[in-house]
Every structure is written in structure tokens, then in C-alpha cells.
């Protein structure tokens, strides 16, 4: 990788002061979301409670995201990796919640403090998929010049199944505009989306 296509040098420094700044400012309500999540997830579905899932991480290296599990178990046994869909039948009533809020994705903060993700990027694609989409669309491995996110633009201002070639317009835009800024802006507009509970929708969030 070119020195000019490195990621800026604000982006872990930012995500280790937002992660601090966030789980002590909010400790009872993170600890509340790690003991009532888990319990409803068991108590409709049994276990397991997290789906850890191979993702293409920065430069193509794989790494394991973590989640709380939204689907019921063995959701792909017999048909193999599928791109997620709105309405996706195989979606828990708790799995459905935890959408909705993006509250599956909560466990991921641990994959930021890892190093594997920032907390703002473009969202990591599973290994099949990516070689999928990037012999569809020749740019789409541009989207590895930096760490994936727990949110991005694309998730943002796009919609839960846009098609990945109108994703990658967000994030290659995201990818060449990255500032602090940008970044704590599409932080709070992700806040409130999930306060809204509008991830999935195919409107508008805004």
C-alpha cells in the first residue's frame, strides 16, 4: 500500500477515545444492554448468544466480527453465505429488535478495540462476497485502503439493500473526505437512526 493511501493518523487515536468516552460516560446502560440482550436472545432461541463471522478486514487481512446472534441457528447450513435482506425470514422476533437498532452489531466494539475496525468506515463484506462483488465491480477492493466500520455513509444515508455498487459511491466518497469530523458527524446521525429503529428500512432515514 502506497504511503499516500495509508489511513489518516487521527483514526485510532479517535476510536480509542470515542470507546473510552462512551463506556464511561454510559456504564449502566452498556451494562444493562449486555445482561437484557443475551437473556432474551436464550430465552427465545436458546444458544448460542454471539455469531462470530469471518470478515475482509484493512488490506484484505481476515478477521472474526463478532454479534449478538439475530438469526435462528444454522441459518445457512444448506444454503451457504447470502447477502442479508430486509424482511430476511430467517431473522429471530429478537433478532428482528436487535436489527432494527443495530444492536446485534454492539459486540463489535470489541473487534474496534482489537484493531480490526474503526468506528467509522466502510462496513466489512464476508470473504465469498467480496470476491463476488469485486469481480462484478473492478473497484470495490478499493474499499480495503482502511479499517472497516461499525457504521459508514453507506449505512447512513443509503438503504439496508441498496445494491454494493451504489454502497461503493458512499464509501470510496468517505474514503477520499475522511476528518475527525466527518467521522463524529456520522457517528451521531447513525445515533439516530438506531433511536429511530429505521437500519433496515428502504426510505429514507432523514
Known sequence: ?????????????????????????????????WAII?????LEDGRPIFYFQRRVGKGGRVFKAIKFRSMVRDAEKYTGPVWAKEND??????????????????PQVLNILRGDMSFVGPRPERPELMRKFSQEIPDFPLRLKVRPGLTGPAQVYGNYDSHPRKKL???????????????????????????KGKWETRSRKF
Do not use: Q
Request: glycine share 2%; hydrophobic share 50%.
Open 1 to 33: 500500500m502506497k504511503e499516500s493511501e495509508k489511513e489518516p493518523i487521527y483514526k485510532r487515536p479517535l476510536d480509542l477515545a470515542i470507546f473510552l468516552f462512551a463506556h464511561i460516560l454510559l456504564c449502566p446502560f452498556w451494562l444493562l444492554l
Open 169 to 195: 459511491r458512499y464509501d470510496l466518497f468517505y474514503i477520499k473526505n475522511m476528518s475527525p469530523w466527518f467521522d463524529i458527524k456520522l457517528l451521531f446521525l447513525s445515533l439516530y437512526v438506531t433511536l
Open 38 to 42: 443475551p437473556a432474551l436472545i436464550c
Open 89 to 106: 425470514s430467517r431473522v429471530t422476533r429478537v433478532g428482528r429488535l436487535l436489527r432494527v437498532t443495530a444492536l446485534d452489531e454492539l
